[in-house]
Every structure is written in C-alpha cells, then in structure tokens.
C-alpha cells in the first residue's frame, strides 16, 4: 500500500455502522490474497430522497498522460442497450492538490481525462438513480439498488484489474446484499478480482431483512431483501431449499460458495448471477397457493440461470464487452431451457402436479401458435434479434413479425426432452445434455458453446441424428405436436377460443399406450 493510498484510508470516515450480511466467492481468490487495487470506489449517499447518489473514483499507478474512463451500455441478462452514461451528472477530476484536471468526451459513455501520467487523482460523479427497475440503479429514502455497470466507470485496459468499493450511507441502514467479497474486518468495503466480477453483483443496500437461510452440502443458500412483505417465510424457505436441491440435482455438484437470493422489492424481472440473482420481490399474498407456485417458478428460472447461461453459455456471452450488443444465436438456450427447467424443477421439487405443468407447457404453447412471428422469425433470428425486438418479440407493433425465444424456446426444450428420451428408451433425457455442456464446456474447455457444438451435444446424447428437431430452431417449419407429445403417450386437442378466435391447445392423454411411451410419461413426470 503507498504512502498516498494510506493516506486516503485514514481521512475517510466510514459513517455507516452497516452490518455486511453477505459475503460470497466466486472463485478461490480470498480478499487477502487479492493484490493491491488501483481502483477504488467510494460511493456516498447524502440525501436520498433526490434519487442521486455521489462516487469517487481514487486513481493511482497509471503511465500514461490519459484515461479513458467508461460507462457500460447494458449488464448482462438483460439484452437491451441500456446507456447507463445518460444517468451520470457533474463529472469532475482533479490532481492530488485538488485541481481541475481536463476532461473531454470523446463519444457518449467515456470520459478522457488528461494530464496525469504517474499521478495519483480523483474522479467524482453524480448518478440520479430514479426508475425502479432490476436492469435500474435506484436510490430512494428507504433504500438504494446499485447495478454496478451503471454505476462505476471502468478503464478498458484495467478490466482484469481488482477493485475496491466502499459504501458511505447517513441513513440508519442497517444491512447490505450482495455477491462481493467484503474486506475482512471493514463494515461496508468490498472487493472484487476484476471488472466481470463487479459487475456481476449488484448491491442493495437498507433496512434489508433476511429469512432463515438453508445449506446444501455445507453451501449457505440466502435470501435478503428490501420490503418483501406479509406471508409464511418458513414455508417460502423450506419450499425455495427444495427448488435449489432439484436445481444441483441435474448437475451433481454446487460450483460456487455461497448463493445469495436478493429481493430488490416489488416490481418485474429478475437478473441472475454467478452467485446471485436480484428478483423483484413482493410477498404479500403468496399465502396463495398459485401465486406462491408461481413465485416459486420464477425463483427457480433465476436459480437455474446460475448454471444455464452464467456457466453453460453460447460462445459470444463471454467475455462480455461492455460497450456494445453481444449478439448470439442461442438465447433460446440460455432463457427457453431455462423456461422450461423452471416447470419441470418445481414438478420434481412437488410444488406442482403434472396437471400444473402441462397446462405451463401449455401457456407457451399456445402463446407461440397464436403468434403471427412464427410464420417469419426463427428461434435463432429472434435470439439473434433481441437487441432490437426486445426480449419478449415485438408484438402489437405493427405488423407482428418475431416472436418470444422463451414461449419458442420452451416447446423446443419440450421437444429435444421427448426426442432424447424416446431415442434412448428413456435412458437419456434432457438432463444428461445440460450436464454434457457444463463438464465439457464450462469444467473442461471453460469457455461457450457454438450454435454446430449445441446440437453436436444434443445428438451425442440422443445417438442420433437431431436434424429435424433443430429445424424449430434455424426455421419457421410449423412443429408437429402431436409427434413428439406421443413419445410419451400424450397428443394434442384443438378448439377456437369463441370470445377472441384465438386457438386454443390442450395436451392431452393418450388411450392404449405402450410400454415405452409409458416409460417417457413416467420419465418426464414422475409416478
Ligand atoms: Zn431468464
């Protein structure tokens, strides 16, 4: 540590008293073994209630007379470009006497400071944080979300560089989530290796409770959040242990070391992380049977996400760049497997009945059939496309001409299960591809898989030929339901829907099945 880093340790008072509740790794590095950080971030808040938070970036150790400092243009998960730099304000840097150092914009999201070479200086911004949104940094009197792309600049050529954050509140916050690793005996510091992992955990920061957490083989499974309302929390818990233990089940193994679920608040969407995920949360009426199913649904998506995209990812999501739209074929991977994952781990984890899984299966079912896009969009273009068509297609604007790689995705997750398993006796079945890429890819080759190694994957375990199947994913070729629903001695029925005409499908029993569709039945779900 350098004199003038001693220094800014010793003038800033942390005013905080919060208790750092979570503190996960992501990979061997412990915070003591971590080098000394160039970067650190100090982020303040001094009145909430004007949604705007202040940061200060303390720079040392850098060659050059200049630094371009960047802003990122979406957070991985969310596939939009975002233009965080738009919510940055007051941008300054000064030298180490405190003096105006030259600041040019270059383009929308960097800022290039100049005069620096071997110098030790600081950069200050404001960031108005005021539309709730999980993708969002929001800051109000109550609490702050903070989504690290939106809120910390980064230098390109330090990406792999550790960083070090500290949070300075004046409110009577009581407790922080988040993925990073908190600095041993610092009440609100945190580290991390590098850039990709910063900004793979968010922070939430307030009067945050935290329910009962559980352990899977020794790994501490949490959920903490902000305002997450009146229902059983032992039952929420007890049911969330079972979707996690199904979730490991499929691969065997946990690879991370601790997983924190946090509840950002009421709202939409979610967004998964390596040892994360922030979820809109609002738990007043899950003392409803469907919506507590529902939220435990949603909850096993997010946690699915962990291994399927995080881990298990197309080739072009990772490493990611940060400054624009990381376009990829194989969304429908990533969100439809995740979709459909989601139903069959809360089937197994007994919080749903074959009835309530099929009629989910159903739902994307009949949201695709009814979707014009099909007859124009592939799987493949509407993942390729989603920078454009936002996530779910882009219906009701004008002619509807893509469709949702998560209704799309889904069936076709039905579909490859069903293949799988009728070419192998059921011997084989969905679970075993999800395993084959996370040992080859994500354990052995440690990196993403092509659109040619998804399917070469998907037909070395069904041992043969997938062709057919992978047309529902390059083209537009109707799929023939009722071919690969009798794999398990099921079909489909069809009625118009008189109110709207809209189809209606329905999966449906077959009568004198044979042993081996009863096998698959029995294999997909359960006695
Ligand atoms: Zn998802």
């Given at each position: 540590?350098?004199?003038?880093?001693?220094?800014?340790?010793?003038?800033?008072?942390?005013?905080?008293?919060?208790?750092?509740?979570?503190?996960?790794?992501?990979?061997?590095?412990?915070?003591?073994?971590?080098?000394?950080?160039?970067?650190?971030?100090?982020?303040?808040?001094?009145?909430?209630?004007?949604?705007?938070?202040?940061?200060?970036?303390?720079?040392?150790?850098?060659?050059?007379?200049?630094?371009?400092?960047?802003?990122?243009?979406?957070?991985?998960?969310?596939?939009?470009?975002?233009?965080?730099?738009?919510?940055?304000?007051?941008?300054?840097?000064?030298?180490?006497?405190?003096?105006?150092?030259?600041?040019?914009?270059?383009?929308?999201?960097?800022?290039?400071?100049?005069?620096?070479?071997?110098?030790?200086?600081?950069?200050?911004?404001?960031?108005?944080?005021?539309?709730?949104?999980?993708?969002?940094?929001?800051?109000?009197?109550?609490?702050?979300?903070?989504?690290?792309?939106?809120?910390?600049?980064?230098?390109?050529?330090?990406?792999?560089?550790?960083?070090?954050?500290r949070i300075k509140v004046n409110s009577p916050w009581d407790k922080t989530a988040t993925?990073?690793?908190?600095?041993?005996?610092?009440?609100?510091?945190?580290?991390?290796?590098?850039?990709?992992?910063?900004?793979?955990?968010?922070?939430?920061?307030?009067?945050?409770?935290?329910?009962?957490?559980?352990?899977?083989?020794?790994?501490?499974?949490?959920?903490?959040?902000?305002?997450?309302?009146?229902?059983?929390?032992?039952?929420?818990?007890?049911?969330?242990?079972?979707?996690?233990?199904?979730?490991?089940?499929?691969?065997?193994?946990?690879?991370?070391?601790?997983?924190?679920?946090?509840?950002?608040?009421?709202?939409?969407?979610?967004?998964?992380?390596?040892?994360?995920?922030?979820v809109s949360f609002n738990g007043n009426g899950l003392d409803k049977k469907e919506s507590?199913?529902?939220?435990?649904?949603?909850?096993?998506?997010?946690?699915?996400?962990?291994?399927?995209?995080?881990?298990?990812?197309?080739?072009?999501?990772?490493?990611?760049?940060?400054?624009?739209?990381?376009?990829?074929?194989?969304?429908?991977?990533?969100?439809?497997?995740?979709?459909?994952?989601?139903?069959?781990?809360?089937?197994?984890?007994?919080?749903?009945?074959?009835?309530?899984?099929?009629?989910?299966?159903?739902?994307?079912?009949?949201?695709?059939?009814?979707?014009?896009?099909?007859?124009?969009?592939?799987?493949?273009?509407?993942?390729?496309?989603?920078?454009?068509?936002?996530?779910?297609?882009?219906?009701?604007?004008?002619?509807?001409?893509?469709?949702?790689?998560?209704?799309?995705?889904?069936?076709?997750?039905?579909?490859?299960?069903?293949?799988?398993?009728?070419?192998?006796?059921?011997?084989?079945?969905?679970?075993?591809?999800?395993?084959?890429?996370?040992?080859?890819?994500?354990?052995?080759?440690?990196?993403?898989?092509?659109?040619?190694?998804?399917?070469?994957?998907?037909?070395?375990?069904?041992?043969?030929?997938?062709?057919?199947?992978?047309?529902?994913?390059?083209?537009?070729?109707?799929?023939?339901?009722?071919?690969?629903?009798?794999?398990?001695?099921?079909?489909?029925?069809?009625?118009?829907?008189?109110?709207?005409?809209?189809?209606?499908?329905?999966?449906?029993?077959?009568?004198?099945?044979?042993?081996?569709?009863?096998?698959?039945?029995?294999?997909?779900?359960?006695?």
């Amino acid at each position: 540590m350098s004199k003038l880093q001693n220094s800014f340790f010793q003038s800033c008072l942390i005013i905080s008293s919060l208790l750092i509740l979570s503190a996960c790794t992501l990979n061997n590095k412990t915070a003591a073994d971590l080098p000394l950080p160039d970067l650190q971030y100090t982020i303040s808040i001094k009145d909430p209630s004007t949604h705007c938070f202040h940061v200060e970036l303390n720079f040392s150790g850098w060659m050059r007379d200049t630094v371009d400092l960047k802003m990122a243009k979406w957070m991985p998960g969310y596939y939009q470009i975002m233009d965080y730099a738009k919510g940055v304000t007051s941008f300054s840097a000064l030298d180490n006497k405190g003096k105006n150092l030259p600041v040019a914009r270059p383009d929308s999201n960097t800022w290039r400071v100049s005069g620096i070479i071997n110098m030790t200086f600081r950069v200050r911004y404001e960031i108005k944080a005021d539309r709730r949104f999980v993708a969002n940094n929001y800051l109000d009197t109550t609490h702050a979300y903070f989504v690290p792309e939106a809120t910390f600049l980064y230098v390109k050529e330090l990406i792999n560089k550790p960083v070090q954050i500290r949070i300075k509140v004046n409110s009577p916050w009581d407790k922080t989530a988040t993925g990073l690793d908190s600095l041993p005996e610092k009440a609100n510091e945190f580290t991390t290796s590098d850039f990709d992992m910063l900004f793979d955990c968010p922070i939430l920061a307030g009067n945050l409770e935290e329910l009962p957490p559980f352990e899977i083989d020794g790994i501490k499974h949490r959920f903490i959040g902000y305002n997450l309302g009146s229902f059983n929390k032992i039952e929420f818990m007890a049911k969330l242990k079972e979707v996690v233990k199904e979730g490991v089940s499929i691969f065997g193994e946990i690879p991370y070391k601790q997983f924190t679920f946090i509840g950002i608040g009421p709202g939409y969407g979610g967004i998964e992380h390596l040892n994360n995920t922030t979820v809109s949360f609002n738990g007043n009426g899950l003392d409803k049977k469907e919506s507590m199913n529902s939220m435990m649904s949603y909850l096993a998506h997010e946690y699915f996400h962990n291994f399927n995209v995080k881990r298990i990812r197309p080739f072009e999501l990772g490493p990611f760049d940060y400054e624009k739209e990381n376009r990829t074929n194989l969304l429908w991977v990533s969100e439809g497997l995740s979709m459909y994952y989601e139903y069959l781990i809360v089937k197994r984890a007994g919080i749903i009945n074959n009835k309530e899984f099929l009629s989910e299966l159903e739902g994307n079912i009949n949201a695709l059939e009814n979707d014009s896009g099909r007859y124009y969009q592939s799987l493949v273009q509407s993942s390729y496309n989603t920078w454009i068509d936002g996530p779910f297609g882009n219906p009701g604007k004008g002619a509807d001409k893509s469709i949702s790689y998560y209704d799309k995705g889904a069936v076709t997750g039905l579909i490859l299960d069903l293949s799988i398993r009728n070419a192998t006796e059921n011997d084989k079945s969905l679970d075993d591809l999800m395993r084959l890429l996370y040992n080859r890819y994500y354990k052995i080759l440690q990196r993403g898989f092509t659109d040619a190694e998804f399917q070469q994957a998907a037909e070395s375990v069904a041992g043969i030929s997938l062709s057919r199947e992978f047309e529902y994913v390059y083209t537009t070729r109707e799929i023939d339901y009722n071919n690969y629903l009798s794999f398990a001695g099921l079909g489909i029925a069809e009625t118009k829907d008189g109110l709207n005409g809209k189809r209606r499908l329905s999966i449906i029993k077959l009568e004198n099945t044979s042993s081996i569709q009863d096998k698959i039945f029995k294999g997909l779900f359960g006695d």
